[in-house]
């Protein structure tokens, strides 16, 4: 296990598809993180789930936004009909429950145009 | 809200001089504070935990609650330390908030 993979590293689609992203945790982690990053800014927090349970959502997470841990391992989040807006680095984190320290994954690069 | 300001976006310093990375945070009671760092090509990582008052990489941080700070420092700054750094409070029971960063830059 090499930590925390994100995939795929690199998305450049057209305003208005959609698009799927998927993080693979550290095996033994039954927390998950979602954060989204914009130039200039510190990552800003989208979503968390403990196992398959999705705990607590940001308010910057609109209704085109969704993901999923549908067995509490690996992590998908979609978003529909992108926006240029979008556009970002979408960073997957994991942590084991009692522990503070967040892992963070390599994040996957969103370009929308 | 509750919210954490970093208020250099950019900070240059020599080799060997010290180094101090500014946070304030407007939070009531006493918030738990992290500082994590992204290297050249790395990914982020945690660097310091307030709680654990623990020296790592030479760099600590004391929680100032008179002054609502937590900032980050160093006695002698090394070309490696050249990084972007985040001051992070733990949001809620589980999420941190970030604050925008400085990209520290050490001139040999």
């Known amino acids: 296990d090499t930590g925390v993979s994100q995939d795929p590293r690199h998305k450049i689609t057209k305003r208005g598809q959609n698009v799927t992203f998927r993080c693979d945790p550290i095996s033994e982690h039954n927390r998950l993180y979602w954060y989204r990053q914009t130039l200039g800014q510190g990552p800003e927090f989208l979503t968390y789930?403990?196992?398959?349970?999705?705990?607590?959502k940001s308010r910057l997470l609109s209704d085109r936004f969704s993901a999923e841990r549908p067995k509490g391992s690996f992590s998908t989040l979609e978003i529909q009909r992108t926006e240029q807006g979008d556009s970002a680095m979408y960073l997957c984190a994991s942590t084991a429950g009692g522990s503070y320290e967040q892992y963070f994954g390599p994040g996957t690069r969103l370009t929308v145009t | 809200a509750q919210r954490v300001t970093q208020p250099e976006k950019l900070l240059s310093v020599f080799k060997g001089a010290p180094v101090e990375l500014k946070c304030n945070y407007s939070y009531s009671g006493s918030p738990e504070l992290f500082w994590y760092v992204q290297y050249s090509r790395q990914r982020l990582q945690l660097l310091l935990r307030h709680i654990s008052r623990e020296s790592i990489k030479g760099f600590t941080a004391d929680l100032n609650k008179g002054e609502t700070s937590f900032h980050l420092k160093k006695p002698f700054a090394q070309e490696e330390d050249s990084a972007m750094y985040y001051c992070?409070?733990?949001?809620?029971?589980?999420?941190?908030?970030f604050g925008t960063g400085t990209r520290l830059t050490v001139i040999p």
């Open positions: 992070a409070p733990l949001e809620g029971a589980n999420n941190l908030f």
């Open positions: 789930f403990q196992n398959e349970a999705q705990l607590e």
